[in-house]
């Protein structure tokens, strides 16, 4: 294990952060700067389709336009397409198809690398961030954090999810107006802060909670010009790094006094769980593999970005089309009502729904590590591959009128025997690397619903499409709602 790195100073935390700036600069050098170093030109020839526009362009219409882009391209190529990426033009294969999908996550995964080809994110999270892992670094991380996240843990949290969530909406005034995005992400920050930290209070998790925002609501220029390092010399990117530092210093003193508490062993938050390791002979873990101080930040801001916004994001897209239908706002009322596992199940479908109809993020992609087939294409290694969530989550086949907002869709009982394969709903990736925190999520969600709507009456107020922020997809007018107290 690697040095603890308790009582940082400014200059120390500054020039961690830094490095972690540099996790995609294109430099050639080896060592942590630069960590993924030059990347060799991966050839073009045998690549599906896609469109000749400079790569500059492509990328900024990915990050801009992907939910007109996805389809626009799947109309126009067919079932697989290519586009090339900043920086190095380099290729970017989508499949549209449930087999291929399928056959993606059936990978081996040491060719498939899903911690590279999700590398832009290194930079916030961290080179040990179970998402930028592979191979044995992956299946390590994914045992020490897994335990959270097991159906024991969560029925822990159901109790912690419905406090937080009835204190949000006992806050609510009746007939207020508001943006149910804003009341969401400061919900599910505070679960997650306090599933991972197990406190809701004290000075530093207040300072910490508007750095985290600050992160989540960079913009995705911020993420295309961490490749370039000169950017970093402007402002945008300065203050991002500046915040970063912040957050880095609250986060690192925060592991230090965890560390030195006397009733760690006592303590089930996600923090305290991940110092027992290595410690604790039920882990089965040596104590020389426990984790560093940087292994634990790296993971720590994993949980708290991904735990936070994505769940959020659906939940104001849940309300909002709840507030668009009265008789299904009434038919979830009466789940929400009968506080029981029909009304649970109903409840968890909408949840799906919103993920379907309003995808947070656009594709899971892999890195290929050797030539490999996939889809019936000769594939070069070096390639990106994956699924479009966007145009799966629209198949007509799977979800007949896929433009209507049907959460019975999701119940096999009201849906002819009949629901979405993981191969085709696919808002949480799949396979060996599908997100530990999907039945977090789905149980978060689906407590924060049945609190809000035994209270209120929701009604939508004006219309909403998806914008990007960083790499999620949120309600660019905030999801706006009015609710009024049931009577």
Known sequence: MTAELTDLDAETTRELARRRFQYLAPTGRSGRGGRRGRRAKVPTAGLPPGPRWPALLQTLALIRFRHQLHPWLHRRYGDAFTLRLVPGAAPLVLFTSPEVTKEIFAGDPEVFHAGKGNAILGPLLGEHSLLLQDSLEHHRARKLLMPAFLGHA??????LVAEVAAAEADGWGDGETFRALDRMNALTLEVILRVVFGVGEGERLRELRPRVNRTVEISPLVLLGWAYPRLQRFRLWRETLDNQVEMDRLLYAEIAERRAAGDLGERNDVLSRLLRVGADPDTGVDAADGLSDTELRDQLVTLVLAGH??????????L??????????????????????????????VL?????????IPMVVRMLQRPTTVGGYH????ATVGPS???????????PEPGEF???RFLADLNGGHVPPLNVWIPFGGG??????????LMEGTVVLGEVLRRFDVATVGGDVPKVRNITSVPRRGARIRVTRRR
Do not use: N
């Open 154 to 159: 969560l029925r822990g949290y159901r109790d």
């Open 320 to 349: 909002y089309e709840l507030g668009r239908d009265p008789d299904l706002l009434a038919r979830s009322q009466r789940a929400a009502d009968a506080r029981d596992a029909e009304g649970d199940a109903w409840l968890e479908a």
């Open 309 to 318: 916004e994505t769940t959020a994001s659906a939940l104001s897209w849940a």
């Open 432 to 441: 060996v690397r599908r997100c530990i925190g999907a039945g977090f999520s």
């Open 389 to 399: 969530i966007i145009v799966s989550h629209q198949d007509p086949e799977e979800f």
């Open 406 to 408: 049907r959460p019975e």
């Open 352 to 360: 799906k729904e919103s993920m379907r109809l309003h995808p947070i």
């Open 379 to 382: 594939l070069p290694a070096g």
